[in-house]
């Protein structure tokens, strides 16, 4: 139970906190959903973030570039294709905790995925195994599993699932170590989550990282909730690779240009990959010589020219966590929103919702992960209740709710209607 005098549960204090928030303006660069004649209560950024006002115009300048120049839009556009995705590399950089030639904007996120292991996955007899977490989100089973199977391997063997340790289902840093004491030998990557997508769990990757390097295994984070979310120092955490996807905290729009991160010390590495021109040294690219000369850092893994229409929106939305005075300005709201939501729920709610989400603020993103105590056909009753009442969270079988107060767009105001539209929840009836 989390004692906290500062919180108060009535709409003139949420409102007076959101009229202080120094951030709150940006919530006017997103368009909120409608309901009825106001706005959702849209607490689902962790699953589809909303879109930034300025990506239609961003989109109809491209569309106008296109018919006002053809082909010359590559070099003459405003915002020229050829190099389009060195546009966004800046931003999300600063997003990530990276060095610039650390990153890239490419494909989707299980794609970069792919590829990424085709570099750093890289099995022998003896060290084989990939650690995940059990209840990974599927496409990341997936694809451990067929990258295993790919090189020979069996994953029923090979594919070692780190069982959760604490009430709630986080899995502790003891247990990490524990298993990598144990398997470490055998393993050759290690590839866990930044924030576990169904938990909302948040882990330590510069503590796992030097645990996976001690035992000599390699290390990647799928970071599909935490870009955007946690205030990451992914060059200083030192794992070798990373990527993440662009729609959910990053606002970029269904099935956004994902991100790639490459530790700068594989920047000029001799490592096997999957290539295609979009991976050579802008220098030579266009000489069209027979020899592959790699881009230094993680352009190299680009494969093809980039979808100027896809980046856009990217482009448009990573400029807003710039004006927001980048990550550690909306971490700072984050937690005080986040803690605000926890608080609601553990003095207002607490007979109808329990958190699986660990408490302390350094363990969690901005999502709380909450079981319907009454059960799964009470919690879908009260997800439908919450929707029919313009408040949106998401529904994760068999029984969890995620919400997520995201501090670009969401206000104490929006905590405090989840919590009121919870209270009204007549029950299974
Ligand atoms: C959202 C999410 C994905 C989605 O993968 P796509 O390739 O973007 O479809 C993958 N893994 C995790 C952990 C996610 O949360």
Redesign the pocket.
């Known amino acids: 139970m989390v004692l906290n005098t500062e919180f108060r549960a009535d709409p003139e204090w949420a409102e007076a906190q959101d009229a202080a928030d120094p951030l709150q303006a940006l919530r006017h660069e997103f368009l909120v959903p409608p309901h009825g004649d106001g706005e959702q209560t849209y607490l689902v950024g962790n699953s589809l973030g909303l879109q930034p006002r300025g990506v239609r115009q961003a989109l109809l300048d491209e569309l106008d570039d296109w018919a006002r120049l053809g082909v010359e839009g590559h070099l003459h556009a405003r915002h020229p294709w050829l190099p389009y995705h060195a546009e966004v590399r800046n931003g999300l950089a600063a997003v990530v905790g990276a060095e610039p030639v650390e990153v890239v904007a490419m494909n989707?996120?299980?794609?970069n995925l792919h590829l990424l292991l085709v570099s750093f996955y890289r099995p022998t007899s003896d060290r084989h195994a990939i650690l995940i977490e059990r209840h990974?989100?599927p496409?990341?089973r997936d694809l451990a599993s067929s990258q295993i199977r790919y090189h020979g391997y069996d994953p029923a063997q090979a594919l070692i699932e780190l069982d959760p340790d604490e009430p709630g289902g986080a899995l502790s840093m003891s247990a990490i170590e524990r298993a990598l004491v144990e398997h470490g030998k055998s393993i050759a990557l290690v590839l866990l989550?930044g924030v576990q997508?169904l938990t909302g769990q948040a882990f330590d990757l510069a503590a796992i990282t030097r645990l996976a390097h001690a035992q000599g295994c390699m290390v990647g984070f799928?970071l599909?909730?935490a870009a955007g979310n946690l205030d990451l120092a992914l060059h200083d955490a030192g794992c070798d690779f990373a990527a993440w996807?662009s729609y959910?905290y990053l606002n970029a729009g269904p099935g956004a240009v994902?991100g790639a991160f490459v530790h700068a010390r594989h920047a000029r590495a001799k490592l096997p990959r999957f290539e295609g021109w979009w991976g050579r040294n802008e220098e030579t690219r266009f000489q069209m010589q027979p020899a592959f000369d790699p881009a230094a850092g993680a352009d190299a893994w680009q494969l093809s020219n980039p979808p100027i229409l896809a980046l856009a929106p990217l482009r448009v939305s990573l400029d807003l966590f710039q004006r927001a005075g980048g990550m550690t300005s909306l971490r700072a709201k984050s937690r005080r929103l986040t803690a605000y939501l926890a608080w609601l729920i553990e003095t207002r709610l607490a007979d109808k919702l329990e958190i699986l989400t660990p408490s302390a603020p350094d363990r969690r993103g901005a999502q709380l992960s909450v079981r319907v105590r009454a059960g799964r056909d009470a919690g879908k009753s009260l997800f439908d209740h919450l929707v029919a009442q313009g408040v949106l969270g998401d529904w994760r079988e068999p029984d969890v709710m995620r919400i997520a107060p995201t501090p670009l767009y969401n206000s104490f105001a929006d905590c405090l209607r989840y919590a009121t539209a919870v209270q009204a929840w007549p029950g299974i009836r």
Do not use: R
């Not at 989707?108 to 794609?111: A, F, I, R, W």
């Open positions: 989707s996120l299980t794609v990974a989100f496409s990341d989550p997508y799928d599909a909730h996807c959910k994902a």
